[in-house]
């Protein structure tokens, strides 16, 4: 499955950077939905309210699915990759 990477860069409470991805089946292309997704996410992380727009989440490229990949797109819609400052 192709699935479409989404380069995100979110200011959190404390003011340091998160970058995480978030990817989604290639054929979602409503972007609100990916926003979505990824305040769901913030909200797992204590992040919830943080602003979450085109500013902070561009489409990157598409690329092939990982079966890790594949697993969390079937459970939740989405998976992340988490890049820096996501765990502290």
Do not use: W
């Amino acid at each position: 499955m192709k699935v479409s990477v989404f380069d995100t860069y979110v200011t959190k409470k404390n003011g340091s950077i998160m970058h995480f991805d978030i990817l989604v089946p290639a054929r979602l292309n409503d972007e609100e939905k990916v926003y979505e997704f990824g305040r769901a996410y913030l909200g797992t992380k204590n992040q919830a309210g943080q602003p979450l727009s085109t500013k902070e989440c561009q489409f990157c490229h598409i690329e092939e699915a990982s079966q890790e990949v594949l697993s969390d797109i079937a459970k939740q819609g989405y998976s992340i990759i988490e890049m820096q400052g996501c765990n502290n």
